[in-house]
């Protein structure tokens, strides 16, 4: 079992087999809707009309981009062409960090965060 602060860590990899595709009717309570899905390229949400928060989500829709490397993603934050990221790397988070239209909560100063054998 990895040791290490869960805080320092991803919280989720999702995985599916090769080929996959969703069909049917997709069956949810949460703020967005699936409208469409394209495995390992993207998927499309849009606001759930009947959401039980009244007044919520916010947004209209919601549009996530598969990448295909951690480089790839943090290049197209820093380049304003994504407006958030999840997945980015520690070592890549001062990278993005230099840009103030960002944060993170990313701490980097735990002492947990630092210590590389225990985050492996």
């Known amino acids: 079992m990895p040791t290490g602060s869960p805080r320092c860590r991803s919280t989720h990899a ?11 009717p997709q069956v949810g309570t949460g703020p967005f809707k699936l409208k469409s899905f394209t495995p390992g390229v993207e ?3 849009v606001r759930h009309a009947n959401y039980w928060d009244s007044g919520k989500p916010y947004l209209d829709g919601v549009r996530v981009i598969n990448f295909s490397s951690t480089d790839a993603l943090v290049n197209a934050l820093v380049a304003g062409q994504v407006d958030a990221a999840i997945g980015v790397p520690a070592s890549l988070v ?5 840009n103030k239209k960002y944060k993170s909560s990313f701490n980097l100063s735990r002492k947990d965060c630092t210590n590389r054998v225990a985050n492996r």
């Open 94 to 98: 001062p990278v993005v960090k230099k």
């Open 43 to 45: 998927s499309t949400h």
């Open 14 to 24: 999702p995985v599916v087999p090769v080929g996959y595709t969703r069909t049917g």
